[in-house]
């Protein structure tokens, strides 16, 4: 579906910039964009390399354990049926961490290895089980304590005081995690319904 959708926005691109006259702007944006496209792989792979390795120095030194039991009562919360003394626990506290700390890029690996945890518990099934559900609303809506990454976006682009945008930060993330969590506990026992009446 994605590739109708993508095949679809090129198309209608093309034909837009033959009756526009605009062909060479396309032609620039083109070069650009897959310019901009191979550094944003460079440095993806870079940022996962690194969170990956510094992921396995923290489970080694015990990091992730520590982390797990002080995330553990709201963690109990959203993934009841979950020992906090698993390593799929540890990977959503790492990334729950991460979030809270505003690193988006290093999120992405953590939530990646988690998902893959997940995954292994859910049996390689093709349907994603529930607390992976939760965990995808929770890893996109998720809480930021310190808007790193944003911050550092508006001093790149000459912001005075770049975290002035913390409270609306800290509001924002709350409403959008707690309207995501709620809409996916109710759409899970909505599922969880129909199941049982079949």
Do not use: D, Y
């Given at each position: 579906m994605i590739g109708y959708i993508w095949a679809g926005m090129i198309i209608f691109s093309v034909i837009t910039a033959v009756f526009s006259g605009t062909m060479s702007d396309l032609s620039s944006a083109i070069i650009s964009s897959a310019s901009d496209a191979v550094n944003l792989c460079i440095r993806l792979g870079g940022t996962i390399c690194l969170w990956g390795g510094l992921m396995e120095i923290a489970e080694?030194?015990?990091?992730?354990?520590?982390?797990?039991?002080?995330?553990?009562?709201v963690l109990k919360l959203v993934f009841p049926g979950m020992s906090m003394k698993s390593e799929t626990a540890k990977a959503i506290s790492m990334?729950?961490?991460?979030?809270?700390?505003?690193?988006?890029?290093a999120a992405t690996p953590l939530g990646l290895e988690a998902m893959k945890?997940?995954?292994t518990e859910n049996g390689g099934k093709d349907k994603a089980s529930h607390d992976m559900i939760k965990f995808v609303v929770l890893n996109s809506a998720a809480f930021h304590l310190i808007p790193t990454t944003v911050a550092a976006l508006r001093q790149d682009y000459g912001s005075i005081n770049p975290f002035d945008i913390m409270p609306a930060?800290?509001?924002?993330?709350?409403?959008?995690?707690?309207?995501g969590?709620?809409?996916?506990?109710?759409?899970?026992?909505?599922?969880?319904?129909i199941k049982w009446k079949k």
């Open positions: 080694k030194s015990g990091l992730t354990a520590h982390l797990c039991r002080l995330l553990s009562p990334n729950v961490t991460a979030n809270l700390l505003g690193l988006g890029n945890r997940l995954q930060s800290w509001i924002s993330s709350a409403a959008a995690l707690t309207v969590l709620t809409a996916a506990k109710i759409f899970i026992g909505i599922s969880e319904g």
